[in-house]
């Protein structure tokens, strides 16, 4: 397995990424892989997804979205959609002009968030090959797991602190991304603990700034499914609490070529390496059935 570190200019930011290959023939087939809400491309999940598809003949980028990991921006751990999604742009310029892949053939990867950018992103690119969105985000649940009434409201009233902070260039109030059941945190759940436990990162940090969640209350990547003419496959977890089944599943149904597979894991359960490694298999088959030549 061959690696290279990379970087990459979104609007003026450097971006850090890392091209994985098993081979130094030209015009390969290149996946791009999307993180998730403070996600990085060191964590294991994403290395895991890059190495399986690069052993499977392709080309494969991860990336760190600007303000968080290897990448540059400040203030950092904020995550902004509209930036987020500038940063995949920019990671599929430059996987189009790198000599080793081929131009026709990208494929967009993103796991929870990151898998409701990639639908987002690739409606408005008809040179997208395929699409692969993994627990995606499609709106908040109504109810999240291990959250009372009153825990969501503690959570809304740091959100508008945080952001009234932005407004005024102060710095942001942080809190954790993921956190057990009552905590105040953006997620919650009985698998919290067993998440932290294995994110094994030299990047990754359990903080960020909550005023992004103002921003993905008005945001729905199936808005854009009905435009994707590309095919898309949608894996998504039946006790999923955070990105709800009921929700996801549209992103399929509204896609022209959409296609769903279901396993019966949790949101953070559908990273565990026995449960990853069968979902990364289906989605290298995928692949293909559905790209000339992968």
């Known amino acids: 397995m061959k690696t290279l570190a990379v970087t990459f200019d979104s609007s003026g930011i450097e971006c850090a990424g890392m091209l994985y290959t098993e081979t130094e023939a030209v015009g390969l087939p290149c996946v791009i892989l999307c993180p998730?809400?403070?996600?990085?491309?060191?964590?294991?999940s994403v290395v895991a997804a890059a190495?399986?598809?690069?052993?499977?003949?392709?080309?494969?980028?991860?990336?760190?979205?600007?303000?968080?990991?290897a990448s540059a921006g400040q203030p950092r751990q904020v995550a902004d959609i509209r930036e987020q999604l500038a940063d995949i742009r920019a990671a599929i310029r430059f996987a189009r002009e790198h000599p080793l892949v081929d131009p026709g053939r990208i494929i967009l990867w993103g796991t929870s968030l990151g898998g409701g950018h990639v639908v987002t992103v690739a409606a408005d690119d008809d040179r997208i090959a395929a699409v692969v969105a993994q627990v995606p985000f499609n709106g908040f649940p109504r109810r999240a797991e291990g959250r009372s009434t009153r825990a969501t409201l503690a959570l809304l009233r740091v959100m508008v602190a945080d952001w009234l902070r932005g407004v005024f260039g102060l710095a942001p109030h942080y809190i954790p991304a993921v956190g057990r059941p009552g905590e105040l945190a953006v997620m919650t759940g009985p698998q919290a603990q067993a998440t932290i436990d294995a994110m094994d990162s030299g990047t990754w940090r359990n903080s960020v700034a909550p005023r992004a969640l103002l921003q993905m209350m008005r945001y729905k990547p199936d808005d854009h499914a009905p435009r994707l003419r590309m095919p898309l496959l949608v894996c998504i977890g039946e006790r999923d609490r955070e990105t709800l089944a009921e929700d996801t599943i549209e992103l399929a149904e509204r896609a022209p070529r959409g296609e769903l597979r279901t396993y019966p894991f949790s949101h953070f359960e559908i990273y565990r390496p026995d449960n990853r490694d069968k979902v990364t298999a289906d989605q290298i088959d995928f692949l293909h059935r559905v790209v000339p030549g992968v």
Do not use: I, K, V
């Not at 809400?37 to 294991?44: K, V, Y």
């Not at 190495?51 to 990991?69: K, S």
């Open 36 to 44: 998730g809400f403070s996600g990085t491309q060191d964590t294991p």
């Open 51 to 69: 190495q399986a598809f690069a052993a499977a003949g392709m080309a494969a980028l991860t990336f760190d979205y600007r303000r968080f990991g």
